[in-house]
C-alpha cells in the first residue's frame, strides 16, 4: 500500500473531516483524544479468530477477537502505555494457528502482530516473546532499542529493500495478498519452506542474535519476494507530494500538505486497503461511524466518497469527498 498508509490516511482524513464537522455545528472544544490500539494479526495470511491479549505498564489486561479479515481493535480505559500485546489462536486459511505472536505498542494507533514483529520483540528481548509476554515489564524498551532490533532483523534477513520506509510494527497493511507488507511475510514464510528451515528456528536466532545459520537466508528471501513479484517498499508509481483535502458539497474545507510520498500506480494500489480496511471503515469518533462509499484513482488523483453519521453532540449524517492529489 502506498504512504501514507491506510491508517495514516484515516488518521488524516478524521482530523480533517473532524474539524470541519465542529466548525459546522458550532463547537469549540476540542475532540478527546484517540484511545485506540488497532492492527492486523497475519502470516502471509490472516489470523481469523485469533485471540489478542494486551497488558500494559498499568492497568487491567484488555483482549478481543481478530476478524476474518485479521483486524483487531482495542479501547483503553486507564491503561498506562507501553503495552505488551500476544495473538494466539484462530485459524490461518482455515488450519488451526498453533504460534503466538507478539508486538510492542509505545503509543496509541496501529500495532500489527505478525511474526515480523514477533522477531523484531526477540531481538529486542534477547529471550522468547511468549515468555516475557507471560509477566511483561517495560525497562530499557524504549523507541531507539525498538528501531536498532527492528534494523537488525532487515540487515540479518536481507528485508531492507522490500521494507522501504514501511514499518511492520505501526505501518497499517491489509492481509490481502497484493499489500506490501502481507507479501514480504508470504515471502519471509516460502523462504523459510525452501531453506528447509522452520520459524521457530529463526525465532531461536534472533532471541540469541546469532544468525550463522541464515546467512544464506537474504537470498533464498530475495528469490520468494521476486516470485511474488515484490519490489521495494511504499508505492509503485514514484515519489512526489500528497495534498489530502476534505470536501463537503464540493467545497474544500480543510487540506493539508504531506512531502515525499510513493504514488500508487493504479487505482487498485490506491483503493484496495481503504476499501477493505476495518480501521478505515469501522473506525469511530465523537460517538459516530464513517463509512467508504466508494473510490477511484485517475490521472494521479484519487477520490474516497465517505459518510460520517454522529450521533453526539447532535444526531446527523453528513457526505464527505476525500481527494487525494499527488504531484
Known sequence: MTLPSTFRQATLWLTLAGSALLAACGGGDDPAPSTTLSGTAAVGLPIAGGQVSVQCAGGAALGATTSTAGGWSITLSGQTLPCAVQ??????????????????????????????TDLVMAQLLGSSPQAWFSAPTFTAI???AVASSLNTIKTQLGLSTALGSANPLTTAFAANGSDTLDKLLEALANALGAAGQTYADLLAAAQ????????????????????LGGSGGGGTGGTGNLTVEVLIGGVATSSINITGVPTPANETEFCSDIQTDSALTGLTTGGGTLT????????????VNATVKLTTPVSTSISYTVRYTYS
Open 87 to 116: 495473538v494466539s489462536g484462530g485459524t490461518v486459511g482455515g488450519t488451526t494457528n498453533a504460534t503466538a505472536y507478539h508486538a510492542i505498542a509505545r503509543s496509541i494507533g496501529t500495532v500489527n502482530i505478525t511474526p515480523l
Open 142 to 144: 524504549d523507541d531507539a
Open 208 to 227: 540469541a542474535n546469532d544468525y550463522s545459520a541464515f546467512t544464506g537466508f537474504p537470498t533464498a528471501f530475495g528469490t520468494a519476494w521476486t516470485a
Open 292 to 303: 467508504v462509499n466508494s473510490c477511484s484513482f485517475s490521472g494521479g488523483v484519487g477520490t
